[in-house]
């Protein structure tokens, strides 16, 4: 079974299980590290991070987690 995901600048993508478990990996362990109340916005943010990254190959948790921390870091908030 894949998933397939089409989003807002997102490519068509196909995810294995494999991969579904490693994206959710990363994104439970960057809403945890975040400081209470984490929004919805900085969820969704994390979670674009992550799909993005995960579409350029990357299937390391660690590095899934940080890069989407950096980018909502850097990211403006308005």
């Known amino acids: 079974m894949l998933l397939a ?3 807002r600048g997102f490519e068509s993508a196909a995810y294995s ?3 579904i478990e490693i994206m ?5 362990a960057a809403i945890e590290s975040l400081p209470e109340p984490v929004s919805a916005t ?3 943010q994390l979670a674009e991070s ?3 990254s995960a579409g350029r190959g990357e299937r390391d948790v660690a590095a899934l987690t940080r890069m989407a921390l950096v980018e909502l870091r850097i990211t403006p908030h308005h």
């Open 5 to 7: 995901v089409k989003d």
């Open 17 to 19: 299980p494999e991969v």
């Open 24 to 28: 959710s990996a990363a994104l439970a």
């Open 42 to 44: 900085q969820v969704h």
């Open 50 to 52: 992550i799909l993005n």
